[in-house]
């Protein structure tokens, strides 16, 4: 089992880093027809959103960090009912209609998904979970430059279509040395992977066609009969999902998200990605055109991929259990989705060396980045990527993780924790299982095992400020409750809500809360200190973490405060730029310096 893990490794490894060697090659360069996609597209929640997603792209094109020649678009949802990834790519559509008219026909488009609030990973709030630093590069690579070049090899084997994939998963896979991952059947092309029967619960399923070749292969073209959304274990097994080990015995099983399957378990294929030809997508255009507005949340998977196939039922359509909010109309739209897609096929490329990762939440982010040996190799993530920082962590199990900072060699980081874009005095001591991102912190200072620090510049009423977030890293910030008397049901840091409240010395009114007053929660509690430098913010931000860790009171109460949902309306994009710019410069000189004084 150790050996066929070993081998899996080794062959994503290598062709992940062929991936990434060739869009190296094509970073800064003007683009041939054909060679690349003629559309990049990146959806946004709301017009600071997508204001803040063009002033990033902007700078990589600038930096020539993007091959040139290439559209990039960014395309927000409607104001209003919150549409899901469903209702965004269909908005999109209609926003490449009016971009290209015809034209668009002949174009390979890449959609991705990167319109949420990232609740769960809130050092990706500010600026978009497609701009997430990963690890390695010079300059760091950051999500959407690894989409780009895992898929780097899709535009040139692709019929004119769009491929919709979202911004926080991680697709590795290996094939054969002349074979391509081929998008050109009209209809539905999606990818799977093998996966364990509990990663198969918080995916969709694909129940293939039964199949008759004799020999394993790395890469498969099945058909699906039907598509399950988060199916339960029995339903896998009920529908026939399931596949059983034997037919190919010295196959591996390894999945991204758990521990390696054992050869004899049961597996299913779950997806990640997928294509629609040109035809499919003016069929849903047509749709989208028609209903006029949509009020309701669509999932591009779930309410697309379940109504392909010939096995598919419209049952799907009346179950709202993996709906965050129900409204009235979605069943109903549903099921005219259902009817307009029934009998397009959905063509499945099995990838049976492949592996699927998700950084979408602050537990996964910390064990990719820390303690997952797997995905460091196949990737070649670094301890220190791109960094001043001269201790060296620890080569076995868990480490800490350092992405484009500047930490005093006085400075201590602890294993499993991860800090980006930031500043750390001599006399600052980082706990495990910490997330420290875009801070600045000159004094001493302790940051408690297990806390959230994240920094964000401000514009408010003209004056540049800066406000601090800081939690736990198991806090729930979407938990939420419906009366003021509910809100010791919340938790912070692991304490009572109500407990911090009167830590703080905050009085528990409606003005303690922005936004809906019947969804209370730590995402709209106004708690965290507006200052006017960015040292000072963070300052303060860990006094009242460590006023709860300790009980002891400190108060809140002289500060103008702010909820991440406000800070989020009030972030200034160019200044937090420009402190990751000041960042990369000065690391770049203190570079030259050592290789010359090297030389």
Not at 248 to 265: I, N, R, V, Y
Not at 275 to 285: F, Q
Not at 445 to 461: E, G, I, Q, R
Request: charge should be neutral; proline fraction near 3%.
């Amino acid at each position: 089992m150790a050996a066929a893990n070993a081998l899996l490794g080794v062959a994503l490894r290598e062709a992940t880093q062929r991936k990434l060697q060739r869009f190296s090659e094509l970073r800064g360069k003007p683009v041939a027809a054909g060679e690349f996609w003629d559309i990049v597209a990146i959806t946004a929640a709301d017009e600071k959103q997508e204001l803040a997603y063009k002033q990033q792209l902007s700078e990589k094109l600038k930096k020539k960090e993007l091959p040139l020649g290439v559209q990039y678009h960014v395309f927000v949802d409607p104001a209003g009912a919150k549409i899901g990834n469903g209702g965004s790519t269909l908005c999109a559509l209609r926003c490449l209609e009016k971009l290209y008219g015809d034209k668009w026909n002949s174009f390979t488009i890449l959609l991705i998904h990167s319109g949420g609030y990232s609740q769960r990973l809130p050092n990706a709030s500010a600026l978009g979970k497609i701009f997430t630093a990963l690890p390695f590069g010079n300059p760091i690579y950051q999500m959407l430059e690894l989409k780009l070049a895992m898929y780097i090899d899709f535009p040139s084997h692709m019929k004119p279509g769009i491929l919709v994939t979202c911004a926080d998963d991680i697709e590795l896979y290996s094939v054969g040395e002349c074979e391509f991952i081929r998008f050109d059947k009209p209809g539905f092309t999606a990818l799977a992977h093998p996966s364990s029967l509990t990663v198969g619960t918080t995916h969709g399923v694909f129940v293939l066609e039964p199949f008759n070749y004799l020999e394993y292969k790395d890469l498969e073209y099945r058909c699906c009969h039907r598509f399950l959304h988060k199916p339960s274990i029995e339903q896998m097994h009920h529908f026939n999902a399931v596949c059983r080990p034997g037919n190919f015995s010295h196959q591996d099983m390894a999945g991204g998200d758990t521990t390696p399957l054992k050869l004899e378990s049961e597996y299913v294929y779950t997806d990640s990605l997928f294509y629609m030809d040109h035809k499919t997508a003016k069929k849903l255009l047509a749709f989208y055109e028609k209903i006029g507005t949509l009020n309701c949340e669509i999932d591009a998977y779930g309410d697309f991929l379940q109504a392909l196939g010939p096995g598919a039922t419209v049952e799907y359509t009346r179950n709202t259990s993996n709906v965050t909010k129900e409204e009235a109309e979605l069943t109903d739209i549903r099921q005219r989705i259902f009817h307009l897609l029934k009998g397009t096929s959905l063509n499945v490329v099995v990838l049976n060396k492949s592996k699927f990762y998700h950084i979408g939440t602050t537990e996964e982010y910390l064990f990719h980045f820390t303690s997952d040996s797997s995905l460091k190799s196949e990737l070649g993530l670094q301890s220190i990527a791109f960094s001043i920082f001269s201790t060296t962590p620890k080569c076995s199990g868990n480490t800490s993780c350092i992405i484009q900072s500047i930490l005093d060699s006085g400075c201590s980081v602890a294993t499993g924790s991860v800090v980006e874009y930031s500043r750390l005095g001599p006399n600052v001591s980082v706990g495990e299982n910490c997330i420290v991102s875009g801070c600045s912190v000159i004094t001493e200072a302790v940051l408690p095992a297990d806390s959230f620090v994240c920094s964000l510049s401000l514009k408010m009423n003209g004056y540049l400020k800066y406000s601090t977030m800081a939690f736990g890293v198991q806090d729930n910030l979407k938990r939420n409750v419906k009366t003021l008397s509910d809100i010791k049901l919340l938790q912070f840091f692991g304490v009572c809500f109500l407990s911090c409240l009167n830590i703080w010395n905050l009085k528990v009114t409606e003005e303690l809360f922005s936004g809906n007053k019947t969804r209370l929660s730590l995402w709209n509690a106004r708690i965290f200190p507006a200052c006017s430098s960015l040292s000072d913010s963070v300052t303060t931000s860990l006094k009242m973490l460590n006023a709860v860790q300790n009980k002891s009171a400190f108060s809140l109460n002289k500060y103008k405060l702010l909820s991440i949902e406000e800070m989020l309306i009030y972030k200034d994009v160019e200044d937090m730029i420009t402190y990751r710019e000041q960042i990369f410069l000065e690391i770049t000189l203190n570079r030259k310096q050592f290789d010359l004084e090297a030389s």
